[in-house]
Nanobody
Framework: QVQLVESGGGLVQAGGSLRLSCATS????????MGWFRQAPGKEREFLSR????????YYADSVKGRFTISRDNAKNTVYLQMNSLAPEDTAVYYC??????????????WGQGTRVTVSS
């Protein structure tokens, strides 16, 4: 059974930092591109970042570029999202997702349950 479990969310003051973790099991982690998404109340799901399975290249949405950093530890089957300079607009449920290496487009096969991030002003 494939599982993706996010952790690290919580309440943080504006300007603060959080590091989210996504621990995976039941999949060949090194063969998956990993992504982070978020969904705020009343808004559509938003792509934040992804890290390529083979090259390790990273990509970021403009809304988080320069503030968020994605990384992965293949030995731990875990992907991380370091979030700095947080603002109330970052309040959302954050999800990690896995895309099989042979897949194309924006289809992600597996999703975590989400972890809630609340940024107070």
């Amino acid at each position: 059974q494939v599982q993706l479990v996010e952790s690290g969310g919580g309440l943080v003051q504006a300007g603060g930092s959080l590091r989210l973790s996504c621990a995976t099991s039941g999949l060949i982690f090194s063969r998956y591109t990993m992504g982070w998404f978020r969904q705020a109340p009343g808004k559509e799901r938003e792509f934040l970042s992804r890290i390529i399975w083979s090259s390790g290249s990273t990509y970021y949405a403009d809304s988080v570029k320069g503030r968020f950093t994605i990384s992965r530890d293949n030995a731990k089957n875990t992907v991380y999202l370091q979030m700095n300079s947080l603002a109330p607009e970052d309040t959302a449920v954050y999800y990690c997702a896995a895309q099989w290496w042979a897949s194309s487009g924006s289809d992600y096969a597996y999703w975590g349950q989400g972890t809630r991030v609340t940024v107070s002003s």
